[in-house]
């Protein structure tokens, strides 16, 4: 079993930038492929980015160039780096784990991003 806790949300002015970051307890996830997500108000949960085992990352198109997702595996950490940010990119940002890119066996809480126009 894995646990997943978030933390670094919080409110920030557009332009502005954030650093979220995910720990992960109970078992090593070097081995998992690690993604963010996100859910505005009213909204469904999109994907946000994801980073495979290597470091090999993927990111949707709304956040490209402004978001970096990196992985310290020796720490079991998970970090989003949040640059430039926009009204939009405001929600409840989540970290997932799991086997593959379509399996994200394991979630966080949550953490609140409130971007400020």
């Known amino acids: 079993q894995v646990q997943l806790v978030e933390s670094g949300g919080g409110l920030v002015q557009a332009g502005g930038s954030l650093r979220l970051s995910c720990a992960a307890s109970g078992r090593t996830v070097s081995s998992y492929v690690m993604g963010w997500f996100r859910q505005a108000p009213g909204k469904e949960r999109e994907f946000v980015g994801r980073?495979?085992?290597?470091?090999?990352?993927y990111y949707a198109d709304s956040v490209k160039g402004r978001f970096t997702i990196s992985r310290d595996n020796a720490k079991n950490m998970l970090y989003l780096q949040m640059n430039s940010l926009k009204p939009e990119d405001t929600g409840v940002y989540y970290c997932?784990?799991?086997?593959?890119?379509?399996?994200?066996?394991?979630w966080g809480q949550g953490t609140q991003v409130t971007v400020s126009s």
């Open positions: 997932g784990a799991g086997p593959n890119c379509i399996d994200y066996r394991y």
């Open positions: 980073i495979s085992w290597s470091g090999s990352t």
